[in-house]
């Protein structure tokens, strides 16, 4: 009998891991393939040719601050994922790069596509447009002499300029030959330029798998399964407001491992494992560190030094050294001669550019109304004085309209807005810990 639970249970858990697993892998696929058709394709290939130059820049230490101190996104793109063998479809690049070097791409349907949207009547009424405007520039060169406006008629003629509004095929095909090798290869599915780019979005996949799976268990510690599930799909809704600049390779990196910062500090759990979190988040962002070790020090550290026990509070006080001695070992040390291309100070742009309250407002406005719920739940009722520090860093030396600087406060909050929906809807007053759900 005994063995006969013991099964049923491994089978039920087993049951639960596929099914989180299912939602997590479905949408990581979602939100990376709409990333790169909505972001990474917004300027067609020249967001591909921005991409792999930044890239190079920052491999080779010559990049800009503050990318050039956030390295290891990029070097694990350079070292580890633009060698996974996955392609991505982005149908804009996908497409332009059909018609301008390739013939099997001209299609019967896709003729009729051109001539749909631009008619044959069209083109040789512009061409019309244009011969006039040839005549006339002609008659006020050379008013009175028609022998040469007739030569250099002749001349124009020769080019056989109207060939290329009546034959697109063959205009855009030569335009294609005509483009530098650089940025051709930005073109092709198979370039190097075009591995690195779907290297780019194959860890934007992993990287969200790997973050949603952490969000899943942080509140599995506050949350029933359900409601934990939810709480997946819910920070997968929120986040397309943060893709006008997802371009950076550091952000969700920077998330995962902010979020193992917290997972691990709700659970106590092994201070090397900490130690070591803090420090590879060092290389994506030093402040998710800091404020991921300042949510340890107010969990733990106070706690201890009331205590008096001192090793936890010299652990806390290490903790929060490291993304300090990171700051000055990147920037003094490391890539000393990385130079700011925005101003350090944002505090002003903030003040008077509406879309930096509109958005964080949109972003941060379920967290907002449940944040009365963080004194019947001790996590949040100890940790909770992080978040003014943080906002108002943020509102300090960022671009609060790129609200992709918030989304550590969203992953935070997460637990409390599901649990505290479900006691609302539920009729009840507060919330109680996980354990008591």
Same mark, same amino acid.
């Given at each position: 009998?005994?063995?006969?639970?013991? &099964?049923?249970?491994?089978?039920?858990?087993?049951?639960?891991?596929?099914?989180?697993?299912?939602?997590?892998?479905?949408?990581?696929?979602?939100?990376?393939?709409?990333?790169?058709?909505?972001?990474?394709?917004?300027?067609?290939?020249?967001?591909?040719?921005?991409?792999?130059?930044?890239?190079?820049?920052?491999?080779? #230490?010559?990049?800009?601050? !503050?990318?050039?101190?956030?390295? #290891?996104?990029?070097?694990?793109?350079?070292?580890?994922? &633009?060698?996974?063998?996955? &392609?991505?479809?982005?149908?804009?690049?996908?497409?332009?790069?059909?018609?301008?070097?390739?013939?099997?791409?001209?299609?019967?349907?896709?003729?009729?596509?051109?001539?749909?949207?631009?008619?044959?009547?069209?083109?040789? /009424?512009?061409?019309?447009?244009?011969?006039?405007?040839?005549?006339?520039?002609?008659?006020?060169?050379? !008013?009175?002499?028609?022998?040469?406006?007739?030569? =250099?008629? #002749?001349?124009?003629?020769?080019?056989?300029?109207?060939?290329?509004?009546?034959?697109?095929?063959?205009?855009?095909?030569?335009?294609? /030959?005509?483009?530098?090798?650089?940025?051709?290869?930005?073109?092709?599915?198979?370039?190097?330029?075009?591995?690195?780019?779907?290297?780019?979005?194959?860890?934007?996949?992993?990287?969200?798998?790997?973050?949603?799976?952490?969000?899943?268990?942080?509140?599995?510690?506050?949350?029933?399964?359900?409601?934990?599930?939810?709480?997946?799909?819910?920070?997968?809704?929120?986040?397309?407001?943060? +893709?006008?600049?997802?371009?950076?390779?550091?952000?969700?990196?920077?998330?995962?491992?902010?979020?193992?910062?917290?997972?691990?500090?709700?659970?106590?759990?092994?201070?090397?494992?900490?130690?070591?979190?803090? *420090?590879?988040?060092?290389?994506?962002?030093?402040?998710?560190?800091?404020?991921?070790?300042?949510?340890?020090? +107010?969990?733990?550290?106070?706690?201890?030094?009331?205590?008096?026990?001192?090793?936890?509070?010299?652990?806390?006080?290490?903790?929060?050294?490291?993304?300090?001695?990171?700051?000055? +070992? *990147?920037?003094?040390?490391?890539?000393?001669?990385?130079?700011?291309?925005?101003?350090?100070?944002?505090?002003?742009?903030?003040?008077?550019?509406?879309?930096?309250?509109?958005?964080?407002? *949109?972003?941060?406005? =379920?967290?907002?109304?449940?944040?009365?719920?963080?004194?019947?739940?001790?996590?949040?009722?100890?940790?909770?004085?992080?978040?003014?520090?943080?906002?108002?860093?943020?509102?300090?030396?960022?671009?609060?309209?790129?609200?992709?600087?918030?989304?550590?406060?969203?992953?935070?909050?997460?637990?409390?807005?599901?649990?505290?929906?479900?006691?609302?809807?539920?009729? &009840? /007053?507060?919330?109680?810990?996980?354990? /008591?759900?």
């Amino acid at each position: 009998m005994a063995d006969h639970h013991l &099964k049923l249970a491994l089978s039920a858990k087993a049951r639960r891991g596929a099914l989180v697993f299912l939602f997590v892998f479905v949408l990581s696929y979602v939100f990376t393939s709409v990333s790169v058709w909505t972001t990474d394709s917004r300027f067609l290939t020249v967001s591909r040719f921005i991409r792999v130059y930044g890239h190079e820049n920052l491999i080779r #230490g010559t990049g800009y601050a !503050p990318e050039q101190y956030r390295f #290891g996104g990029f070097y694990l793109v350079e070292n580890f994922f &633009k060698y996974i063998p996955l &392609k991505w479809y982005d149908v804009y690049n996908s497409n332009l790069s059909g018609l301008l070097t390739s013939e099997e791409a001209w299609t019967d349907e896709m003729q009729k596509n051109v001539d749909k949207f631009f008619p044959q009547d069209d083109r040789e /009424e512009m061409i019309g447009e244009v011969q006039r405007v040839i005549d006339e520039t002609l008659e006020s060169f050379f !008013p009175d002499n028609a022998l040469v406006q007739n030569l =250099l008629r #002749g001349m124009i003629d020769g080019l056989q300029w109207q060939s290329y509004l009546t034959n697109i095929e063959e205009t855009l095909l030569t335009l294609g /030959e005509m483009i530098p090798e650089n940025i051709r290869n930005h073109l092709l599915e198979d370039s190097e330029e075009t591995r690195l780019v779907n290297g780019y979005f194959t860890s934007r996949f992993f990287l969200f798998m790997i973050l949603l799976t952490i969000i899943y268990f942080l509140c599995r510690e506050f949350l029933n399964p359900v409601q934990s599930l939810f709480g997946v799909v819910l920070f997968a809704a929120l986040v397309p407001i943060a +893709l006008q600049d997802f371009l950076q390779a550091e952000t969700v990196l920077s998330l995962v491992l902010f979020s193992s910062m917290l997972l691990i500090t709700k659970r106590d759990g092994s201070r090397l494992v900490l130690s070591l979190v803090t *420090i590879l988040c060092c290389t994506a962002r030093t402040d998710h560190a800091l404020f991921g070790a300042l949510i340890y020090g +107010l969990m733990h550290g106070i706690e201890s030094l009331r205590r008096r026990q001192w090793l936890r509070v010299l652990f806390s006080a290490l903790l929060l050294i490291i993304p300090v001695a990171a700051t000055v +070992l *990147i920037s003094r040390f490391l890539f000393p001669e990385a130079e700011y291309y925005v101003d350090l100070i944002q505090f002003e742009f903030n003040m008077t550019h509406i879309w930096s309250w509109i958005f964080p407002s *949109i972003l941060l406005l =379920l967290p907002i109304v449940f944040f009365s719920q963080i004194k019947h739940v001790e996590f949040y009722r100890k940790t909770w004085p992080w978040i003014p520090l943080f906002v108002g860093t943020n509102f300090v030396l960022g671009k609060t309209a790129e609200v992709r600087l918030f989304l550590p406060l969203v992953i935070y909050s997460i637990p409390l807005v599901i649990g505290g929906m479900i006691r609302s809807l539920e009729g &009840k /007053e507060d919330l109680t810990d996980s354990r /008591e759900l």
